[in-house]
């Protein structure tokens, strides 16, 4: 079945450790989002992509980075600058064209927690 | 800037019982989509429902259904004969079209708790 893959799971951070969450992607969709949640609270936006080598700032970049070079994967490195890592974070893609009406399609979620 | 409010933070009723979820937006475009996402406990958002901003046709699906006022800038989530298993957190989300076109703004979520 085609769908977005996270790992791992659960994640836990020592401090001063930079740690990266894998998403895969096997729709065939050119954007990729990745979202960090708090609880009680909506999705933010860290990253997106919308096509392979490229991607843009969303709303809470500081202390994140990612990379696309390729159209399946959209991996995220929270790095140590990140003071408070701890949250539930989410990848979506959405098709092709103009994305605007089309759902994302979200995976499982990886919780990351500070050791 | 577009922005989307869920004013209801939690909402918990009995099996059975109809229940709406208020959604309001605001976005400077003309031409602009709104989503109903559902996230179970499991985590995962599920996808819902999609209205585009120039069509205002209400729908019901099931048990499921949607109000889309433009005038009042609302998308209301109504489920009616409400059973256990809706027991999750909603999103309603609005997408813009034009150079924004790869971003999504949600809300903070209204969580359903249905009790037996």
């Known amino acids: 079945d085609g769908g977005i893959t996270q790992s791992p799971k659960y994640l836990f951070r020592k401090e001063g450790q930079n740690v990266t969450l894998s998403c895969e992607q096997n729709?065939?969709?050119?954007?990729m989002y990745w979202y960090r949640q708090d609880p009680g609270q909506g999705l933010r936006l860290i990253y997106y992509?919308?096509?392979?080598?490229?991607?843009q700032k969303g709303d809470i970049a500081e202390g994140y980075s990612v990379s696309r070079e390729k159209k399946e994967s959209f991996p995220l490195t929270v790095t140590s600058a990140q003071k408070n890592p701890t949250a539930f974070y989410l990848c979506?893609?959405?098709?092709?064209?103009?994305?605007?009406?089309?759902?994302?399609?979200f995976g499982d979620g990886t919780r990351l927690s500070i050791l | 800037a577009q922005k989307v409010t869920q004013a209801q933070t939690e909402i918990s009723v009995v099996e059975k019982e109809d229940v709406t979820l208020d959604c309001v937006y605001e976005?400077?475009?003309?031409?602009?989509?709104l989503f109903w996402y559902k996230q179970p406990p499991s985590g995962e958002l599920v996808f819902l429902i999609r209205?585009?901003?120039?069509?205002?046709q209400n729908e019901i699906s099931g048990r499921y259904s949607w109000n889309f006022q433009k005038s009042t800038s609302s998308f209301n989530f109504t489920i009616t004969a409400s059973q256990v298993v809706d027991s999750a957190v909603y999103f309603c989300?609005?997408?813009?079209?034009?150079?924004?076109?790869?971003?999504?703004?949600f809300g903070d979520g209204t969580t359903l708790t249905v009790k037996p």
């Open positions: 979506a893609s959405r098709g092709r064209g103009d994305y605007s009406n089309q759902p994302q399609h």
């Open positions: 729709l065939n969709h050119d954007a």
């Open positions: 992509s919308q096509i392979v080598n490229d991607f």
């Open positions: 976005t400077r475009d003309t031409t602009y989509y």
């Open positions: 209205r585009n901003s120039f069509d205002e």
């Open positions: 989300a609005l997408s813009e079209g034009g150079t924004n076109a790869g971003k999504s703004t």
